[in-house]
């Protein structure tokens, strides 16, 4: 089942086998990677605000993680990265659509390529790929320190399941399996998803439709006075009330009273105003923009 799952991922993305490393979720992918450059004694090189959580993995084991700052418009300049000094040992991580700002960072092939020529092994997280269609996957033919980092959790549903995988040069995949747990998923993992790789037809609709829902949302978060919504390629909108003074968390416990789930960011300073919402169904949404209405009124009088 494991070899049919990976014939069927490079299927879908037009590569061989040998180029497909699969893992429990993309954070085992990431975590493989994290070890491997624990081994190497190298650093991992990223910028905030970005996903925390692998990174909380890294500093427990003792790993050195380097932040840069993306710049007012949440993009990444390389120049900041490049400053720090890449070294063959270290991990340049982007993601890419990001989470939580949900922008694309770096969308140069050419400063992707400039990253690459530091030598540093380049992560480039593409777990929200089915929403954006944005993906260097493509370069993985040229360059040996570049791997891909990709998810059944986001657009095949299939969290609970625990699917991810990694895309690279061959040379790269065999040397971090090295670093992955010896049995990677269970089998009923893997036929979940050869069965939801064998129907890109249903995949893609709930995309478009998830997509039509967060352009819905954002017209509808738009017409709010006083928060600002950013413009998404993912299945979720972060949102700042920086502007109305109201804390993420506040808006989350309001949210929370009411049965509305959100994420909020007291740890990332500069979301701490902040709130990341994720496309529901339209009732879903209809729900939360008449309680974040309702909240962001009674403050305005
Ligand atoms: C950017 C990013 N990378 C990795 C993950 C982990 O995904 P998985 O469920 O495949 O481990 C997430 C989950 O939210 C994510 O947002």
Request: hydrophobic share 40%; aromatic share 12%; proline share 4%.
């Amino acid at each position: 089942m494991y070899r049919k799952l990976k014939e069927a991922i490079a299927t879908y993305n037009d590569v061989e086998s040998d180029n497909v490393l699969i893992d429990a979720g993309a954070t085992n992918i990431l975590h493989a990677v994290f070890v491997r450059a624990k081994k190497l004694g190298g650093r991992i090189i990223t910028y905030r605000p970005t996903f925390p959580y692998p990174l909380e993995y890294a500093k427990n084991i003792d790993i050195q993680v380097r932040y840069v700052d993306l710049d007012h418009e949440f993009k990444l300049n390389i120049e900041d990265i490049l400053q720090l000094n890449p070294k063959e040992s270290d991990v340049i991580m982007i993601i890419n659509p990001n989470n939580p700002t949900g922008n694309i960072v770096l969308g140069s092939s050419n400063y992707m390529k400039e990253l690459l020529s530091s030598g540093a092994l380049v992560i480039h997280d593409e777990v929200y790929f089915e929403f954006s269609g944005f993906t260097f996957k493509d370069l993985i033919r040229n360059y040996d320190n570049l791997v891909i980092v990709r998810s059944l959790s986001k657009a095949f549903a299939l969290a609970g399941f625990r699917v991810g995988y990694a895309l690279g040069s061959r040379e790269l995949i065999s040397e971090l399996r090295n670093y992955q747990q010896y049995y990677p998923i269970p089998t009923v993992s893997a036929i979940a998803g050869i069965t939801a790789l064998s129907d890109l037809d249903y995949m893609k609709s709930i995309v478009s439709e998830v997509i039509k829902e967060r352009e819905w949302l954002m017209s509808m978060l738009n017409e709010v006075e006083g928060i600002i919504p950013y413009e998404s390629l993912t299945n979720f909108i972060l949102i700042s009330l920086k502007d109305i003074g109201i804390k993420g968390e506040e808006m989350f416990n309001y949210l929370k009273q009411n049965g509305v789930y959100v994420s909020y960011y007291p740890h990332e300073p500069r979301l701490t105003y902040c709130i990341r919402v994720s496309i529901g169904l339209r009732e879903e949404n209809e729900i939360f923009i008449k309680l974040l209405k309702s909240y962001v009124g009674r403050l305005r009088g």
